[in-house]
């Protein structure tokens, strides 16, 4: 039950359901407890196990559906729903009801309606030979199984493997030796009938392992692509990502976003338990003549942090901006208090346009409204100092976005200096790599003594890996 149970929320997983190790113990002791007589009862208490809400159901149950098409569940195959059984389990009969693709094929065979007995008479050498003969439908169904898995059937990168996989399974079941011998009898022109009928069979076997291997696929390979490219976007400047990708795009910032949120949202205090606090220990237990009954252990508590962020929305930097405040606005749970500001030539703070409407609507008010106009630090920095400057304090955060290209205006460094003073720490993210500071009319060397920490910023990864240092050090 394990190995089968494992095998269905691996593919549960590639099909995009997020499932903890947690999750994965509640769901093996559901079916240790409801069993796998009744696949809806089944089903149902999975799906109330793994599914968080109503799209995660919907993948579930038509992953569940695909993955347990073929021969029964019962309780005696699996170790009478034991999860420490280690014994081989016994295989029950076929049950056209309820049965099991991802462990057994469906027994195509069968269609070919063949008298097995007439056949079972013949002395055959090879064990395959012997099976299609026989239509032993278990052993054929456990051997295509175990095959499968040694040749790599879940594991298949790209579609056009299924060719390679099938050819190793058939290799594996013993093809060879069948072919060597209906070679022989051919050749010897003996028991032609028998002849006719194994080749009709292995070809019926071979469609068998075709179909076996494809759901394969479906269930364990079909959305690796999908990931891969995933895992490239991510890897892409952000000034670079085509606006076809935008909805992929916002999908993944939005995830990484939620990680970051589900790992620092608990993280309100921690506790040092290898730190004794001899006061007050000694404190609590002066009822007791020195005895130590309760112990009392140093503490170090981490409050949200208060983060202003100023984005530069000029044409250059314009998509790196969006995908930055896209990543606060989903980070508003672990940082309720930030406070958003956007410039080209002048600064305007967009703050309430996050609250009060929806982030796609909020995106597109700001680069309409601001993201057409020359660059000025200068005078962006001039307006911060105006707007929020007071508000600065030795809990805040600021942090820049921006490529320090200034159309050769002039910088007013002295104004960042002075908000670096009055701040926690200063960020500048920069979204181009650092041989291209200071070239052209950039002036980042003007603003980098006065910033707690210059990154690079040029991809989500860049995004994801400072923001998750933001919070670790807040």
């Not at 400047?237 to 995830?255: A, F, G, H, T």
Request: proline letters at 4%; aromatic letters at 8%; charged letters at 25%.
């Amino acid at each position: 039950m394990q190995k089968m149970l494992g095998d269905f929320i691996h593919a549960l997983r590639h099909a995009g359901l997020p499932i903890s190790p947690a999750e994965t113990l509640d769901a093996l002791n559901a079916a240790k407890l409801i069993g796998f007589h009744d696949p809806e009862l089944l089903k149902s208490g999975l799906g109330m196990t793994l599914a968080k809400n109503k799209l995660h159901l919907a993948q579930f149950e038509a992953c569940f559906d695909q993955f347990f098409s073929n021969p029964s569940l019962d309780e005696a195959s699996i170790g009478n729903a034991d999860p420490d059984n280690n014994t081989q389990p016994s295989v029950p009969e076929p049950n056209p009801e309820y049965n099991d693709t991802a462990t057994t094929p469906s027994p195509s065979l069968q269609s070919a309606d063949l008298e097995s007995s007439d056949l079972e008479s013949q002395n055959l050498e090879s064990v395959l030979a012997n099976q299609l003969a026989s239509n032993d439908q278990v052993s054929l169904q456990m051997a295509i199984a175990n095959a499968a898995e040694q040749a790599g059937a879940g594991n298949m990168q790209m579609f056009t493997q299924k060719g390679i996989v099938s050819y190793r399974i058939m290799q594996s079941l013993g093809e060879a030796g069948l072919n060597a011998e209906l070679a022989q009898l051919e050749h010897n022109n003996e028991q032609p009938e028998l002849t006719s009928e194994l080749r009709n069979k292995q070809q019926i076997l071979r469609q068998q392992v075709k179909d076996y291997v494809e759901e394969q696929f479906l269930l364990f390979s079909e959305n690796i692509g999908r990931n891969l490219r995933d895992t490239q976007l991510q890897k892409v400047r952000l000034s670079n990502i085509d606006y076809s990708y935008y909805q992929d795009m916002n999908k993944l910032v939005k995830k990484a976003a939620k990680q970051l949120a589900s790992l620092h949202s608990r993280r309100r205090k921690v506790t040092k338990r290898g730190l004794l606090d001899v006061r007050k220990t000694l404190a609590a237990n002066g009822a007791y003549d020195g005895f130590l009954f309760h112990t009392k252990w140093k503490s170090t508590r981490i409050d949200k942090p208060k983060v202003m962020v100023i984005c530069d929305v000029s044409g250059s930097v314009s998509k790196v901006a969006r995908f930055l405040l896209l990543f606060l606005y989903s980070l508003q749970d672990v940082l309720p208090r930030v406070r958003s500001f956007v410039f080209a030539s002048h600064l305007a703070e967009v703050t309430d346009d996050f609250d009060k409407k929806d982030i796609e609507d909020a995106l597109t008010h700001i680069m309409n409204h601001w993201a057409n106009s020359p660059t000025d630090y200068g005078q962006a920095l001039l307006d911060f100092k105006d707007v929020a400057g007071r508000d600065i304090d030795n809990k805040t955060t600021v942090i820049m976005l921006g490529d320090a290209r200034n159309n050769n205006g002039l910088a007013q460094a002295q104004v960042w200096k002075e908000v670096y003073q009055r701040s926690q720490r200063v960020l500048w993210l920069n979204p181009e790599g650092r041989y291209s500071w200071d070239s052209g009319d950039s002036i980042m060397s003007e603003y980098r003594p006065y910033c707690s920490r210059v990154e690079p910023c040029r991809s989500l990864n860049d995004l994801t890996r400072i923001l998750g240092s933001l919070l670790k050090h807040s």
